[in-house]
């Protein structure tokens, strides 16, 4: 598997990985505000959010109808229906792609879940590594904070609860999660993540992505005014 | 069925009813996590072909005679799904997926299918009669240009059937056969989503003869039993009938052994 980069593409994906909680989404959104500022062509894709697919998988799960397998499947579908549509279009015109979750969080619940591990990455094969995958890096107990305190209410298949690891769907979250962290710990090394410790606090997070991209990424070469005529409305 | 036909079916049959000896089941690949394949002590056939090629009216032959003579029969068949049908449905009529989309959101249905009826049924012994299986959905992936490798590790989860056969239909007699039957062909089956021609006609004859090829393919790989569909719709029965006895049989006589 190669990179966006490696592979001749144009533009370059970013992806954010971790645990729930552990602050991915406000950091990748501070990083698009960034982007956006210098005048960069940035698309910005979340995990699970194809139009098409997702009417199944909203089904799937509130009927509790999805076993590993298919949980899977429907999700490298969706996946796969944003990789073919937006995100390969994109970057061949030369945009910065930033995705919330990447192949990674696939491998990292399939897996838990009982999926082999080989099965999982030879269905996701199809699709590029990122050029960066930040992986935000929380103690479990900072990340299970986050998020008991915020939205209480929890999730049937977001707890884990498919998994029969406890009847309590707190406890089932917790040890669901545990497992999660474990799967990309091992994964960190194999595809070069870059750890940005999620204990510490939202702008020391942030100075260290920001300072990473622009010394991984000729940013200058990404703005539009380098390839497009730019018309002032005023 | 004419009234004497069925009449001479009722007579041939015998009280004995045919005790398949269980038989332990393999997957292709890694499977269905949580499955063990020699659970599944039932009997997995499936009848492969094109649209028009006769797998219905020849499982619904099978399905009466194997129900006559004391086997318990469950069907199974492609976007059947509760979970994705519908959506597979829609996403084919706007034509909007591309092929690995397109692809996965068949083998999301499929295992669906497999989870909830196939599997399920083998556990309890019955006779499953598959109306197409994953060999038809790598065919038309394989002429799609979706790498082979890929294929066979996705549909690594398939139960590997006690029998397969394919109906092979010339693609001339074939469009006979969907014009007899709808006065039109269809979208899909023609393949005019991969512009082979702009004409539908000569389309469905160059996308049926790559189907065929590719099945040729994959004969190679998972070695089933092809079957001249061009035969008369009785002719074909009986060939299926005598094959099916046969794997019945074998697995009475193994335990007559034992």
Known sequence: ???????????????????????????????????????????????????LVKSATSKGKKMTLLTPTTFCLIHATDFADRYERHLVPLIRAGYIVLCDRYIFTAFARDVVRGCRPEWVRGIYSFAALPDIVFFFRAEL??????????????????????????????????????????????????????????????????????????????LEKFAQSKSTVYINQE | MSPKKLQNLVQKIPNKVIVPKPVHHKFYGYGVPGINPEALTGTLIVIEGADGSGRSTQISMLVDWLECTGHATVQSGLKRSTLVSEELNQAQKGNILSHTTLSLFYATDFADQLENVIIPALKSGFIVLADRYIYTLIARDMVRGIDETWLRNLYGLAVVPDAVFYLNVSPEILVQRNFAKNHSLDYWESGMDLGLSRDMFDSFLIY???????????????GFTVIDGNHSIEKIDNELKKKIETILKRKNTLKRKK
């Open chain 1, 1 to 51: 598997m190669k990179s966006f980069a490696e592979l001749g593409y144009p533009g370059r994906l970013i992806a954010v990985e971790g645990l729930d909680g552990a602050g991915k989404s406000t950091q990748i959104y501070l990083l698009k505000k960034w982007l956006e500022k210098q005048d960069i062509k940035v698309y910005f894709s979340e995990w699970n959010s194809s139009e």
């Open chain 2, 208 to 222: 049926q003869k790559m189907l065929q090829d590719a099945f040729e393919r994959l004969q190679e790989i998972y």
């Open chain 1, 141 to 218: 107990e900072v990340s299970l904070r986050r998020i008991l305190q915020g939205r209480p209410q929890l999730k049937y298949f977001e707890a884990g609860m498919d998994l029969a690891l406890s009847n309590d769907p707190y406890e089932s979250f917790r040890i669901f999660q545990g497992r999660l962290l474990e799967q990309y710990l091992q994964m960190s090394k194999e595809f070069g993540f870059i750890e940005i410790n999620a204990n510490g606090c939202v702008e020391e997070q942030q100075s260290v992505v920001r300072q990473i991209v622009a010394k991984m990424i000729p």
